[in-house]
C-alpha cells in the first residue's frame, strides 16, 4: 500500500458500518494510532485486525508525532483512528495531519461514518448548506453568546451535545431562536435505541424534560436556518451604511451593518452597490 497517514473513520455505534477499504487499510498500515488505544482494540479484535497500536492525540507530546513521521519517512503506512466517527471531526488529528502535509508525507481520507452527516442525512431539516458548530462551549454565558452570533444564521446549524446539558442547551436554544424555529433531536445513531425526532425547540425541550430517557447517550441537536430575510434595507440601515461607507471599503461596511442590524451582507452590499452607482 502507498507511504502515507490514513484518516480512517469507525463506526459511531453499528460496528457494521466500518467500511471494506478501512478493513484493508487498518490491516495493512505498519501502525494505527488512536485517540484510546483499549477503546479501539475492542473494534479491531471484531475484525480481528492485529495491527500494532499506539496512542496519538492532539496534546500528545512530539515523540508520538515523531515515531509516525519516522515511520512513513522510511516508506511505512500509519492509520489515525479515533473513539468513534471521523478524526478530526471534534476529535483529535489535526496537528497530526497538518505536520504530516508540512512533512511532504501523503495524507489520504478514508471516509466513513461522520454522526454529524449522518443525522443530517435522516433529520428532514435542508441539507443544501449546513454549520456544523461542533459542542457549544459549556459556560452559559459563553453558550448563550454563541447562540446569539448564530441568529440571523440561515444555513441549517448542526451541533454536539452531551446528555447531561441537552435540555439545557434546548433550553436556551428556545431563548435565542424563539420556541418555533424547528429542530431536531438525533440520538444514539445508528444503536438500539435509536432516536430521531423533529418538532419545534419548544416541543423538543418538552419532550426532552418529560422523558429522563431522551437524557442519556449521543446526541446531535439540529436547528432549521433563519427564513431568508425578504426585508428592505431600512433607513436606519442605510445611513448607517452610507455613512461606514465613506470610512470603510463597501463589503466591510456591509459586514458591519450586517452584524449590527441582522440584513444580509450580501443585501446591503448589493444595496451600498446600487446607491454608489447612481
Ligand atoms: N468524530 C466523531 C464523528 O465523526 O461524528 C465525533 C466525535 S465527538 C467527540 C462525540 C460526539 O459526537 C458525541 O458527544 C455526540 O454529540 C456525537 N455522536 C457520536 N456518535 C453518535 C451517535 N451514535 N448518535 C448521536 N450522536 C453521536
Known amino acids: 500500500m502507498d507511504s502515507g497517514l490514513y484518516v480512517v473513520a469507525t463506526p459511531i455505534g453499528n460496528l457494521g458500518d466500518l467500511s471494506a ?10 501502525l494505527i494510532a488512536a485517540e484510546d488505544t483499549r477503546h479501539s ?11 500494532p497500536v499506539m496512542a496519538y492525540h492532539d496534546h500528545s507530546d512530539e515523540r508520538a508525532v515523531g515515531k509516525i513521521a519516522e515511520c512513513i519517512g522510511g516508506g511505512g503506512s500509519v492509520a489515525l483512528v479515533s473513539d468513534a466517527g471521523t478524526p478530526l471531526i471534534s476529535d483529535p488529528g489535526y496537528r497530526l495531519v ?3 502535509q508540512d512533512a511532504g508525507f501523503a495524507v489520504h481520507p478514508v471516509p466513513g461514518a ?14 443544501d448548506r449546513f454549520l456544523f458548530e461542533g459542542f457549544l462551549p459549556a ?7 454563541r447562540l446569539a452570533s448564530l441568529v440571523g444564521e440561515t444555513a441549517t446549524l448542526v451541533f454536539y451535545e452531551a446528555p447531561h446539558r441537552v435540555l439545557e442547551s434546548l433550553q436556551a436554544m428556545v ?15 445508528t444503536k438500539a435505541f435509536e432516536t430521531i425526532r423533529r418538532g419545534s425547540l419548544a416541543e423538543l425541550a418538552g419532550f426532552v424534560a418529560d422523558d429522563s430517557n431522551q437524557r ?11 427564513r431568508e430575510r425578504a426585508t428592505e434595507v431600512t433607513p436606519e440601515a442605510a445611513a448607517l451604511l452610507q455613512r461606514l461607507a465613506r470610512e470603510l471599503p463597501a463589503k466591510t461596511a456591509a459586514g458591519v451593518v450586517a452584524d449590527l442590524t441582522g440584513l444580509r451582507k450580501k443585501q446591503l452590499y448589493e444595496f451600498l452597490l446600487e446607491i454608489k452607482g447612481k
Open 41 to 51: 482494540q475492542r473494534l479491531l479484535q471484531h475484525y480481528a485486525i492485529a495491527t
Open 21 to 30: 477499504r478501512a478493513v484493508q487499510v487498518l490491516q495493512g498500515v505498519d
Open 216 to 226: 442519556k447517550g449521543e446526541i446531535v441537536l439540529l436547528v432549521a436556518g433563519a
Open 98 to 100: 497538518r505536520a504530516m
Open 114 to 127: 461522520c454522526a454529524a452527516v449522518a443525522a443530517l442525512s435522516a433529520s428532514g431539516l435542508a441539507t
Open 175 to 189: 431563548e435565542a431562536f424563539g420556541p418555533g424555529r424547528e429542530a431536531v433531536l438525533a440520538r444514539e445513531v
Open 139 to 145: 459556560r452559559a454565558g459563553a453558550r448563550d453568546r
